[in-house]
């Protein structure tokens, strides 16, 4: 007979949370992508290989997307080296948070305002970048997440997000708020890992680990400076495409 720690140990169930690999927001003409249909670049696509060879072992049952071209192409691009066959859904609620379209980069502080909007004095009323607020993300992300895990018909669960989805979604299995999800940076195809024990409790095993760069030495800028200084600072785009991550 099982002892009640045996129970819970054989019904612990595993998630494993993946942001997109990297993406441009310009085409090799310099057009900008629209934001729904952004795909992988070649150092995305090469992340989600990585991340694919480092979760190789794993036998995910099951993968959720948001159905957003990066997310799907960085799933295939894993589930090509999961050991099994696997069911693969689309999550529309899992999408990333929505900008507004009012940035100016020649706009004095631009910079660090890009920079921080989604580090520093959040609340739930704060609009990111004028566009979405913080409070309507996480009302749409956390149901949609708390819906996917009561499910059953899986033991371990893939989930491949967006920068904003994923700190939202950790930042509730940490038990924090907003000031957590400030505090957590999601690098291109990083990959996070957590148990769910049966009484609805988690356990963070992996945090934002990039299977080419694990000791982050070449990666020195968080997401949203990435984003500027190589988007959107003067010189490069008046009118960013909207600040997706």
Avoid at 31 to 44: F, K, R, T
Avoid at 78 to 103: K, N, R, W, Y
Wanted: hydrophobic share 35%; proline share 6%.
């Amino acid at each position: 007979m099982l002892t009640e720690l045996e129970k819970v140990i054989n019904a612990r169930r595993r998630i494993y949370l993946l942001r997109h690999g990297e993406i441009s927001y310009f085409d090799s003409r310099g057009n900008p992508y629209e934001l729904a249909e952004i795909p992988l670049n070649p150092a995305g696509r090469t992340q989600a290989s990585a991340a694919g060879s480092a979760l190789s072992e794993m036998p995910i049952d099951l993968v959720v997307t948001s159905g957003m071209p990066r997310t799907i192409q960085t799933a295939e691009l894993v589930m090509e080296q999961l050991p099994g066959a696997c069911q693969s859904e689309h999550v529309e609620a899992l999408h990333e948070i929505t900008p507004g379209d009012s940035f100016k980069s020649t706009e004095e502080g631009a910079d660090l305002a890009f920079v921080n909007s989604m580090r520093k004095s959040l609340t739930r009323e704060t609009a990111f970048l004028g566009g979405e607020t913080f409070g309507s993300l996480e009302d749409r992300v956390i149901p949609a997440f708390e819906e996917i895990i009561a499910r059953n018909d899986w033991k371990e669960l893939m989930i491949v997000a967006h920068g904003g989805t994923n700190r939202m979604i950790l930042a509730k299995i940490l038990g924090g708020g907003l000031e957590t999800f400030g505090k957590l940076e999601q690098d291109a195809g990083c990959i996070n890992i957590f148990d769910l024990d049966p009484d609805g409790s988690f356990l963070l095993r992996l945090l934002n680990y990039t299977p080419l760069c694990p000791g982050k030495n070449s990666l020195r800028l968080s997401t949203m400076e990435q984003i500027y200084k190589t988007s959107l600072a003067p010189g490069r785009c008046e009118n960013p495409p909207g600040g997706k991550t």
